[in-house]
């Protein structure tokens, strides 16, 4: 049995490589195009030395899977299947996001992130070498997966600060983010053989935990200087925050300069410098550590093989540490 999770992280990428090999000898105009956007997903995420972002894609289900098993191996396909169902999202959020595309090859790259990121998950779980219900069972994952995703894509594609809270950006997070990272976390509960019971609970730690992503990847447009979420005028969990904790009386003008930060560079650093104020940090802090502190607390109540329990609580919290703001003194 293998208990390394890191040398299964490696067969992971192992898995990726060799399905990548498997569609560019396949001969199929579809699996050629599958072949192309995925090689160039995986090449771009090499360039920009993403790979830690992928390795935590891929531990979080071997971590389950182990957590049920003791062995983190069979939770191969499941980790496979969230890095194609994420190199999909990423490039259709970027089209949403109306970002730099070769119209020439919009179209094409359209059809195969759609192959890539549902139609090839399906055949990769039809394959796995696992009882046919459970197959069944892991399928509904990545289908549920699709759709609460896609309703959470569509709530943040809605959302505008002046009529959002942050009640509705969280629920859309649950679904844009936290979706896939339910997919994963449940699809290996599945295929570890683990009762639905405990699949449902596996599942909501995923989707907790995709909203923690999500929350990363706000703070990392800050951090970073991007600022495409102010540029965009995105109704982030950041921005609400700040906007409902300030009297009525002053959010006509908040808005009004929130809208101005998505062409005037000095609008931006003013409402940035709001958003990375001392007391706006400590409420924002005060959430977060709190929802952070329901995974761990869901993590317990499953509980499940050491050292991978332990693992998984590690995971959480290291993921938390990338981009992080500033904490105020208090």
């Given at each position: 049995?293998t208990t390394d999770v890191t040398e299964v992280v490696g067969a992971v990428h192992e898995d990726l490589a060799a399905l990548l090999a498997r569609l560019r000898a396949g001969g199929d105009v579809a699996d050629e195009a599958m072949a192309g956007f995925l090689g160039g997903f995986l090449g771009r995420l090499a360039a920009r030395g993403s790979t830690g972002a992928v390795d935590v894609m891929i531990r979080l289900p071997l971590l389950v899977h182990a957590a049920e098993t003791g062995d983190p191996a069979g939770?191969?396909?499941?980790?496979?299947?969230?890095?194609?169902?994420?190199?999909?999202?990423?490039?259709?959020?970027?089209?949403?996001?109306?970002?730099?595309?070769?119209?020439?090859?919009?179209?094409?790259?359209?059809?195969?992130?759609?192959?890539?990121?549902?139609?090839?998950?399906?055949?990769?779980?039809?394959?796995?070498?696992?009882?046919?219900?459970?197959?069944?069972?892991?399928?509904?994952?990545?289908?549920?997966?699709?759709?609460?995703?896609?309703?959470?894509?569509?709530?943040?594609?809605?959302?505008?600060?002046?009529?959002?809270?942050?009640?509705?950006?969280?629920?859309?997070?649950?679904?844009?983010?936290?979706?896939?990272?339910?997919?994963?976390?449940?699809?290996?509960?599945?295929?570890?053989?683990?009762?639905?019971?405990?699949?449902?609970?596996?599942?909501?730690?995923?989707?907790?935990?995709?909203?923690?992503?999500?929350?990363?990847?706000?703070?990392?447009?800050?951090?970073?200087?991007?600022?495409?979420?102010?540029?965009?005028?995105?109704?982030?969990?950041?921005?609400?925050?700040?906007?409902?904790?300030?009297?009525?009386?002053?959010?006509?003008?908040?808005?009004?300069?929130?809208?101005?930060?998505?062409?005037?560079?000095?609008?931006?650093?003013?409402?940035?410098?709001?958003?990375?104020?001392?007391?706006?940090?400590?409420?924002?802090?005060?959430?977060?550590?709190?929802?952070?502190?329901?995974?761990?607390?869901?993590?317990?109540?499953?509980?499940?093989?050491?050292?991978?329990?332990?693992?998984?609580?590690?995971?959480?919290?290291?993921?938390?540490?990338?981009?992080?703001?500033?904490?105020?003194?208090?």
């Amino acid at each position: 049995m293998t208990t390394d999770v890191t040398e299964v992280v490696g067969a992971v990428h192992e898995d990726l490589a060799a399905l990548l090999a498997r569609l560019r000898a396949g001969g199929d105009v579809a699996d050629e195009a599958m072949a192309g956007f995925l090689g160039g997903f995986l090449g771009r995420l090499a360039a920009r030395g993403s790979t830690g972002a992928v390795d935590v894609m891929i531990r979080l289900p071997l971590l389950v899977h182990a957590a049920e098993t003791g062995d983190p191996a069979g939770g191969r396909p499941a980790a496979v299947v969230h890095v194609l169902w994420w190199a999909a999202a990423r490039y259709l959020d970027d089209l949403a996001d109306g970002g730099p595309f070769d119209p020439a090859r919009c179209n094409a790259d359209i059809l195969a992130a759609l192959g890539v990121g549902s139609h090839l998950p399906a055949r990769l779980l039809r394959e796995a070498r696992v009882p046919d219900a459970t197959k069944v069972a892991a399928q509904a994952e990545l289908s549920r997966g699709w759709l609460d995703g896609i309703s959470g894509q569509l709530l943040d594609l809605a959302a505008r600060p002046a009529t959002a809270t942050t009640a509705s950006v969280l629920a859309s997070y649950e679904g844009k983010t936290g979706a896939p990272y339910a997919m994963a976390t449940a699809t290996a509960a599945c295929l570890a053989g683990a009762d639905p019971g405990r699949v449902d609970r596996w599942r909501d730690v995923g989707r907790r935990f995709g909203v923690l992503r999500q929350l990363t990847n706000d703070q990392r447009d800050l951090i970073t200087g991007r600022d495409e979420d102010l540029r965009n005028g995105a109704a982030t969990f950041l921005v609400m925050l700040l906007l409902d904790g300030v009297p009525a009386a002053q959010r006509p003008a908040l808005l009004a300069l929130h809208a101005a930060a998505a062409t005037s560079a000095d609008a931006r650093a003013e409402f940035k410098a709001l958003l990375t104020g001392p007391e706006h940090l400590r409420a924002y802090h005060g959430r977060v550590d709190a929802m952070v502190a329901e995974v761990h607390g869901a993590l317990h109540a499953l509980g499940g093989t050491p050292p991978h329990t332990s693992a998984l609580h590690t995971l959480v919290d290291d993921a938390m540490l990338a981009f992080p703001l500033p904490v105020p003194v208090a």
